[in-house]
């Protein structure tokens, strides 16, 4: 016996395909169309692939295949607890580890409160070093956020500053771990 591995995220949603499916039935028995029978069926079908691609979309099927291939996931932490030396240290850890990295998968992301979004190329997460949030730049720089400042090229708002300082007055190093663990390839 053959066995798919299929995992939902979602499955609750997979009970649409009951009235899914009530409702093409009664539009097909109902209809008013003057198709012959075989182009109804033709429709009811293609109708119901497509109930059945939505409904499975939304139930987040996922298809599990295993993998010998490593993946690891840099967690930085940027909050204030870290002062400039560990930040620099940080730096210097992912640079060595990028140049032995080879053709291996790998992802990088900062957290401290809030989890920022996972990059999974090192030259976008390089920008964030550069720009002073990892490297041990000055604090305006630390609590600027990289993603205003480099995205647009402009110097980041009030704002924004204040959002970056008020998320990096603690860790939340558990909810960094989940995003990680779910930015992992399963298997």
């Known amino acids: 016996m053959i066995v798919m591995p299929i995992e939902f995220t979602q499955p609750t949603w997979l009970f649409l395909l009951i009235p899914a499916g009530i409702m093409l039935l009664w539009w097909f028995a109902r209809s008013l169309s003057d198709f012959s029978k075989a182009q109804r069926v033709a429709s009811l079908l293609v109708r119901g692939v497509i109930c059945l691609l939505l409904t499975l979309a939304l139930a987040g099927m996922t298809w599990l295949g295993n993998t010998d291939e490593p993946f ?71 609590t600027a956020g990289v993603n205003s400042a480099v995205a647009t090229g402009r110097e980041p708002r009030d704002a924004d500053r204040s959002e970056r300082a008020i998320r990096e007055r603690g860790t939340d190093l558990a909810g960094a771990i989940r995003t990680a663990a779910a930015f992992a390839p399963a298997g």
């Open 72 to 142: 690891v996931v840099f967690l930085v932490d940027r909050s204030a607890s870290i002062g400039a030396a560990g930040r620099a240290h940080a730096a210097a850890y992912l640079r060595e580890a990028e140049t032995v990295r080879g053709g291996q998968s790998a992802a990088w992301m900062s957290y401290a409160l809030a989890t920022d979004r996972a990059v999974n190329d090192w030259q976008d997460y390089e920008r964030t070093l550069v720009s002073g949030a990892l490297a041990g730049g000055d604090k305006a720089d630390a």
